[in-house]
């Protein structure tokens, strides 16, 4: 079965970090672009981090530049999202999605989603 399950989750103070973890399972994500986004409360879903798995590029959104750091493990078949110095505007719901061709920072025909995992950054 092939699925994205996002992990890592969980609440922290502004300040503070924590590191998301995508597991592809049922596929390896070489070749795949991989995304991060994130959705806060009544708000749209947005692109925050990306990589193009087969050259390593990545992009981020401004809001996170210099304090999100996305990096696949090979060995794990995982991408990882580490946050630092965590903001309350960073508080919302994680979500990994991939897909070969897609490769936007807006939601769309990405081939797989995650379920999800909440983070929420209190002051």
């Known amino acids: 079965q092939v699925q994205l399950v996002e992990s890592g989750g969980g609440s922290v103070q502004a300040g503070g970090s924590l590191r998301l973890s995508c597991a592809a399972s049922g596929f390896t994500y070489g070749g795949y672009c991989m995304t991060w986004f994130r959705q806060a409360p009544g708000k749209e879903r947005e692109g925050v981090a990306k990589?193009?798995?087969?050259?390593?590029?990545?992009y981020y959104d401004d809001s996170v530049k210099g304090r999100f750091t996305i990096s696949p493990d090979n060995a794990k078949n995982t991408v990882d999202l580490q946050m630092n110095s965590l903001k309350p505007e960073d508080t919302g719901m994680y979500y990994c999605?991939?897909?070969?061709?897609?490769?936007?920072?807006?939601?769309?025909?990405?081939?797989?989603w995650g379920q999800g995992t909440q983070v929420t950054v209190s002051s």
């Open positions: 990589i193009y798995t087969d050259t390593g590029r990545t």
């Open positions: 999605a991939a897909d070969r061709t897609y490769c936007d920072m807006r939601p769309g025909p990405y081939n797989y």
